[in-house]
T-cell receptor, first 108, second 115 residues
Framework: DQQVKQNSPSLSVQEGRISILNCDYTNSMFDYFLWYKKYPAEGPTFLISISSIKDKNEDGRFTVFLNKSAKHLSLHIVPSQPGDSAVYFCAASVGMRFGAGTRLTVKP | GAVVSQHPSRVICKSGTSVKIECRSLDFQATTMFWYRQFPKQSLMLMATSNEGSKATYEQGVEKDKFLINHASLTLSTLTVTSAHPEDSSFYIC???????????FGDGTRLSIL
């Protein structure tokens, strides 16, 4: 029962350009969403979150957008940097369900 | 930032043995700890949620007698894989939270290999 889906397993962008990572969910009861970043051989680290009462949250180069009607959220990274290369997971509250992750590669 | 220590990072053992994995929050009190399992190229699958001093809540399909979880203090939770078999080989990862809508802080995971 995949309640949180990240349909793109990988994404490659050029340094300086925008990275857009997408996430869809099915459970309308989810009211809080988070993005985590994971490097190999390490646990995920928290990146940014958004409550369902908002449709946008910004923190430096990272912005998360939430479209409740579409049950869709996205993470924008601009400008992208090589150090952003990692696997990004979106997660939803109510049991902290995780998507399968998207591997972002930022090319210099 | 908040630190969660998970130990051991890697375990290789024979089929039939029991393996204990520890998860410690080093600089904060974790009212809630989560245990996940990750198969290659797949998502983190939530196994159970534990609150300090109470029994863990297991996800559907997770055998509670197979995966024993103890959250005896606000800084320590343990996962014991009992009578482990090769199909239990996986990457197990814990996380801790102060509760509510606060983000989880993850350990670095344990690679379990059962021969």
């Amino acid at each position: 029962d995949q309640q949180v889906k990240q349909n793109s397993p990988s994404l490659s962008v050029q340094e300086g350009r925008i990275s857009i990572l997408n996430c869809d969910y099915t459970n309308s009861m989810f009211d809080y969403f988070l993005w985590y970043k994971k490097y190999p051989a390490e646990g995920p680290t928290f990146l940014i979150s958004i409550s369902s009462i908002k449709d946008k949250n910004e923190d430096g180069r990272f912005t998360v957008f939430l479209n409740k009607s579409a049950k869709h959220l996205s993470l924008h990274i601009v400008p992208s940097q090589p150090g952003d290369s990692a696997v990004y997971f979106c997660a939803a509250s109510v049991g902290m369900r995780f998507g399968a992750g998207t591997r972002l590669t930022v090319k210099p | 930032g908040a630190v969660v220590s998970q130990h051991p990072s890697r375990v290789i053992c024979k089929s039939g043995t029991s393996v204990k994995i520890e998860c410690r929050s080093l600089d904060f009190q974790a009212t809630t700890m989560f245990w996940y399992r990750q198969f290659p190229k797949q998502s983190l699958m939530l196994m159970a949620t534990s609150n300090e001093g109470s029994k863990a809540t297991y996800e559907q399909g997770v055998e509670k007698d197979k995966f024993l979880i103890n959250h005896a203090s606000l800084t320590l939770s343990t996962l014991t894989v009992t009578s482990a078999h090769p199909e239990d080989s996986s990457f197990y990862i814990c996380s801790a939270s102060v509760g509510g809508y606060q983000p989880q802080h993850f350990g670095d995971g344990t690679r379990l290999s059962i021969l």
